[in-house]
């Protein structure tokens, strides 16, 4: 193949990779199977190397490479890279309107704004030259960042040349770069199972990443990235007068932009979408911290300037903080209704979320040590959503003198059985059974969920009350409860006594793949107990089934072969 030929072929090759990580990235809808791209991309790697002088800096294969750095080197921004204000109340929000509106003498129902989601991650300073990316920065000062070129270059969604002919002879591109939750968890569960360093939480895991001093590191990380503005530009073409059709121009060029962004029209507007996205917040695949509203017209963000190190036409409405510190008490030992004991500290109330917050799951006793946590540590509470509030990190600078070791009790705390440890295992458990009233407590309100049996009217209160009182030992006792003995009980009359027996009544009509699954049997959840009641029919098939017979099922294996035979 003579020279000008290679040129050609690798020219078109990179052109051609582009096009498809643009619509596999930005637009979300692939052009090739992935084996395709593969081939594409190995065919230009072999081209490369038998012709190097030929590699351009733009080339999706000079993604990763180069060599550690000692030190990363400052880099300038053309344009100043400012923080935002936070509002967090609705009278902060109602201020920051009149005040914008005020400064165009516009009525605040006239106001446009683009509202964004405001990416938990960091922030960062993208430059292009000529339609190739040139340098990246961290935001620093506003003024000058950190070198992050190498490392920035390795994250798939930032494109290496632009999606233009004729690209602008100079452009900033501002963008938050994060950590996506699904690849967080996925990194810390492979960094826990090989004893490396765990990240307290995505944002600290994109901000470690991308600090990375060598390249290689960063890649192997999952980043990505949303843009959300343009800094300086120097170009021929004219940009929009409007933030909401400058990112769109931006996603032409090649960028990834949050599909959440909106263009809406007054306070109110601004304030259904903070609600919108508060609403769908833990269903989002990354975090954010808030929203962000940002005047759409170029015009008139000039027009109103900036004061300090922050614009005036814009600010970050702010949702309730889901992280804070607060000191540890007290740590006692719940039991759940397989004997596993969880370690829960007792802490100084905080308000997290918009919750006030007394308890913090600490899992179990691996996770205490490896976090180092003790009684009278000052940690960070994380409480997201519906999930428990968790003890993310001690705060090693306010650890005062005395703290006391967590220690698991060697009986348990409700029945005094003996709590033991299986080798290989990172959970304790009391060996009371059934004899442990915490046990039966859950065993029992397990069995009656809506996912097992559906007992309706049958919760934890009232399951408190049928142990408390003796009536349920186990159960089959559920089944045998009379009008009489109910209506003895605290608060219930003779309809909500009769409503229970008739729940209970028409639980026993149910599938077996429920009954399997309301048993309780150990590694034993909805999917394998659907594998049993298929492969076996009925519980009498279910308790003369071997161990070789249900290891060869799917998703049962040899420990939950185990746990099925131990039961029945």
Not at 97 to 111: C, E, F, H, Q, S
Not at 251 to 270: D, T, Y
Not at 280 to 285: A, E, F, I, N, V
Request: proline share 5%; charged share 20%; aromatic share 8%.
């Amino acid at each position: 193949m003579i020279i000008n030929d290679i040129q050609k072929k690798m020219k078109a090759l990179r052109e051609k990779i582009r096009i498809y990580d643009y619509h596999y990235y930005v637009l979300d809808s692939p052009l090739v199977p992935d084996a395709e791209y593969d081939r594409c991309f190995k065919s230009l790697q072999q081209l490369e190397q038998s012709s190097p002088q030929f590699i351009t800096p733009d080339s999706p294969t000079q993604r990763v490479g180069g060599e550690p750095l000692d030190a990363f080197f400052p880099l300038s921004h053309r344009q100043a890279m400012l923080s935002l204000g936070n509002v967090f109340s609705l009278d902060e929000l109602h201020a920051f309107m009149k005040r914008v509106a005020g400064g165009i003498n516009y009525p605040i129902t006239d106001l446009i704004f683009t509202c964004e989601p405001k990416l938990d991650g960091l922030a960062v300073n993208l430059i292009y030259e000529e339609g190739v990316l040139t340098g990246a920065a961290t935001r620093g000062d506003g003024a000058v960042g950190e070198n992050i070129t190498a490392n920035i270059k390795t994250i798939a969604t930032v494109p290496l040349r632009l999606l233009s002919l004729v690209p602008p002879a100079f452009l900033e591109v501002r963008g938050e770069v994060y950590m996506p939750k699904a690849g967080f968890q996925a990194m810390n569960e492979r960094a826990r199972a090989t004893d490396e360093k765990i990240f307290a939480n995505p944002r600290n895991a994109a901000a470690g990443s991308l600090r990375q001093l060598n390249p290689a590191i960063t890649a192997k990380r999952p980043l990505a990235m949303y843009c959300y503005g343009i800094g300086a530009y120097e170009g021929d073409a004219v940009l929009p007068d409007s933030h909401f059709e400058q990112l769109t121009w931006l996603r032409s060029m090649g960028f990834r932009i949050s599909p959440e962004n909106k263009r809406v029209q007054g306070m109110q507007a601004c304030l259904t979408y903070y609600h919108d996205i508060e609403q769908r917040r833990d269903s989002l695949p990354y975090e954010i911290d808030g929203v962000v509203y940002k005047l759409d017209s170029i015009v008139l963000q000039k027009q109103l300037g900036f004061v300090a190190r922050a614009p005036r036409f814009a600010c970050a409405h702010k949702y309730p903080a889901r992280e804070e510190m607060t000191e540890i008490l007290a740590v006692d030992f719940q039991v759940g209704r397989t004997g596993a004991l969880t370690p829960v500290a007792r802490l100084k109330p905080v308000l997290v979320s918009g919750v006030m917050v007394s308890n913090a799951t600490l899992h179990n006793m691996d996770e205490i040590t490896r976090k180092d946590i003790h009684i009278g540590d000052t940690v960070v509470i994380r409480r997201a959503g519906d999930v428990i509030p968790e003890v993310v990190a001690v705060v090693l600078e306010k650890r005062p003198s005395g703290v006391a070791a967590i220690q698991l009790p060697s009986y348990c705390p409700v029945c005094g059985a003996e709590v033991v440890r299986a080798e290989h295992e990172v959970v304790a458990r009391c060996i009371g059974g059934l004899f442990c009233n915490a046990q039966l407590k859950r065993i029992i309100w397990h069995f009656a969920s809506r996912r097992a049996m559906t007992i309706d009217g049958l919760g934890d209160a009232l399951v408190e009350q049928l142990v408390g009182h003796g009536l349920v030992n186990d159960v089959s006792d559920l089944y045998h409860l009379t009008l009489d003995e109910l209506t003895t009980l605290p608060h219930m009359g003779i309809k909500s006594a009769q409503n229970l027996l008739d729940a209970i009544a028409q639980s026993k009509a149910t599938t077996f793949k429920r009954f399997i699954y309301a048993l309780g049997i150990r590694e034993i959840g909805e999917v394998s107990a659907g594998i049993l009641a298929v492969e076996f029919l009925t519980i009498e098939a279910l308790k003369t089934a071997t161990f070789d017979q249900l290891i060869l099922l799917h998703d049962i294996g040899p420990v939950g072969a185990y746990h099925v035979i131990h039961f029945l």
